[in-house]
Nanobody, 124 residues
């Protein structure tokens, strides 16, 4: 079993930045692809970003490209999401996810383990 705990959410003004962290425990996630998803009230959970096992390959939803950066430190069993130029529409609960395998995926149903989420609120 893999346990994931997100942190770093909060309230920020539009144009500001936040760095989310996802700490994994229970197993090393060095051979897991990791993803970030978000869910706003009344909306479905959507893909934000993903990273493969060694951090070489990354993917972003189109609306996040150029603003968000994903990275991982396998020595710390942690994945990060750096969010810059935040917009009010980025307001959501952000979830970290893990899937056993070397290659990243973008589908919600392709991830086995999920964290509890961290709230990001961007004020206008």
């Amino acid at each position: 079993q893999v346990q994931l705990v997100e942190s770093g959410g909060g309230l920020v003004q539009a144009g500001g930045s936040l760095r989310l962290s996802c700490a994994a425990s229970g197993r090393t996630v060095s051979n897991y692809a990791m993803g970030w998803f978000r869910q706003a009230p009344g909306k479905e959970r959507e893909f934000v970003s993903a990273i493969n096992w060694n951090g070489i390959s990354t993917n972003f939803a189109s609306s996040m490209k150029g603003r968000f950066t994903i990275s991982r430190d396998n020595t710390k069993n942690t994945v990060y999401l750096q969010m810059n130029s935040l917009k009010p529409e980025d307001t959501a609960a952000y979830y970290c996810a893990a899937r056993l395998g070397l290659f990243l995926r973008v589908g919600v149903n392709e991830y086995e383990y999920w964290g509890q989420g961290t709230q990001v609120t961007v004020s206008s």
